[in-house]
Structures are given as C-alpha cells and as structure tokens.
C-alpha cells in the first residue's frame, strides 16, 4: 500500500471542506471493507483518506417526515437489527442480514456499498426495489438521487468529486404491500450472489396487482430494475401466466457479466427462476 495522509474530521463540515481542497485526489473512508482491499492492490491510490468514523449524524436511522432515512454510516448489523427497517419492510432487515459475514456486517456501513457500486452487493437490490433515493452533499449543496441514477456503471456511481453520501430515503411502501429478497447462494451463504432479486407488490381488494418493483443484483454491469416486467403486472391478477411472463420479461431484462459463478446465459436463466419465486412469495 502506498504512503497517504489519513484526517478523521469531527464534522459533516469539516469533511467536505477537507474533501473539496483535493477532490481528485482524496477519498472518503466509511468502514474501509472495500477501500482498504482497493488500496492494498494498488488499484486506487489516492493521497489523503479522510475518514468518516466520527460523524455520528450519519449513523441516523429513523422515520422523519414518514420516509425511513439511512445513514451512510450505518452498519449492516445495525440496519438489519433496526426496529424502523423491520417495520417498513421485513425484507430489507433480511437484505442487511444476508451481507456477507457477521464481522463484516459490523463493520461495512451503507454508505460505503452503495458507493463500491458492485452488482453483487446484496442491499441496492433491495433498496432499488423499495424506490430508494440517495441524498448526498457537497460545499455547493445537497443533492438527491434516485438509486437507479447512482450506479453509472460497473464500481462506478454518479456521485461528483467533492461529494459525500448522507443517506438514503426510502418512502413509505403501499398499503398492503408485500416485499421479498431472494439471493441464489449455490456456494456458502456468506459468498456473494450468483444472481439476486427483490420483488415488491401490493394488490387490491380484488386481488389486482396495483404496485409492482422488481429488482435484481448480478445480473448486469450495476443492478438493474425490470420495468417491462412490472408493467406486465400491474392491472392483472397475480396468478400463473402473470408471474411466468413477468419472470421471462426479468430475465430478457438483463445483461450478466460470466465469472466464475456461471456463464452469462445460466444468470440470465437463473434470473427469471429467481424472479418467479419471489413473485410466487408475495403473490
């Protein structure tokens, strides 16, 4: 790892004032799970790492204003634990619950995955389908965006130099909604996802789709919505043919990356396996 000046300010402001004299040259540092990996091969090499560990403000996780808000800072373990997760959406205590192991859950912040912007990754899937909003800062101001527009591309987000995330904003979910994350784990369960999809639905009285998101992570160069497939939903039943057409739309959706965890045609199978199961569990 090569040499670098480490500051750890004491406030949000302080941060970004230390960030905007360097913006090309520095990064910020959350838990460090990823970034350290990053510097220790010599694939990112910036010259001063400012960390963020004392910003107590962005370890927040609450309900203002009836959207849940997620700290940058908070750790898997804390959001999978959190009492406000758990009552928006069961599923997403389970998505902060299935990263990884438990030293790194206690570890690795929010903030910190979304900005690695690996498709794998567990969280943004189910935070895409749960309409989530990224909130982020610089001097200039803050800025807000939607999940979806902050994966640019393969380890790479939207996010401007001097930029630094605060949180992400989920609203509150339709009523009667039913929410699930399904995550194909062929290895062991702490490996990273072969292919993984999240799956949001509410019906009404009749039993007519009148809200539908699916999401799914490795399967594309950042993790993708498949909007054909919840069109197909909305205004039908959720019976059979519904669920298989929306399954086969999911997976022609996609653009999987082969790796050692399959080749590109079996994640694009697997993905529209994987998306007719968890319609099937919130159906």
């Known amino acids: 790892m090569r ?4 500051l750890e300010p004491e406030t949000l402001d302080e941060a970004l004032v230390r960030l905007a004299d360097d913006p090309d ?15 220790k091969q010599d694939l990112i090499r910036p010259a001063r790492v400012i960390g ?42 389970s998505t902060f619950a299935a990263v990884a192991t438990v030293r790194i859950r206690e570890q690795a912040t929010l903030g ?7 498709p794998a990754q567990d969280p943004p899937v189910t935070l895409l389908a749960l309409d989530g909003v990224a909130v982020a800062r610089s001097r200039f101001g803050e800025r807000r965006i939607p999940l979806d527009a902050l994966f640019a591309d ?13 949180r992400v904003e989920l609203p509150p979910l339709p009523a009667g909604a039913r929410a699930t994350y399904q995550k194909f784990l062929p290895r062991t369960l702490d490996d990273y996802a072969t292919v993984s999809v999240a799956a949001v639905v509410a019906t009404d009285a009749s039993g007519v789709c009148t809200h539908a998101r699916i999401a799914l992570g490795g399967a594309g160069p950042v993790p993708l919505r498949a909007r054909e497939a919840e069109r197909s939903l909305v205004g039908h039943r959720l019976e059979d043919a519904a669920i298989r057409g929306a399954a ?36």
């Open 3 to 6: 040499p670098f000046d480490y």
């Open 25 to 39: 040259d520095a990064v910020v540092m959350a838990g460090g799970t990823s970034l350290v990996i990053l510097m």
């Open 52 to 93: 963020l560990r004392r910003i107590g403000e962005l370890r927040a996780i609450g309900t203002p204003e009836g959207n849940l808000s997620l700290g940058a800072l908070a750790t898997h373990g804390a959001l999978a634990r959190s009492q406000p997760v758990r009552a928006h959406a069961a599923a997403l205590a």
């Open 112 to 118: 910190g995955n979304l900005a690695h912007a690996d």
């Open 154 to 166: 393969l380890f790479e987000t939207s996010l401007e130099p001097g930029e630094i995330l605060l």
């Open 248 to 283: 086969a739309l999911a997976a022609a959706a996609t653009d999987p990356i082969a790796d050692l965890r399959g080749s590109a045609a079996y994640k694009r199978a697997m993905a529209g396996v994987w998306t007719e199961r968890a319609l099937r569990e919130v159906a």
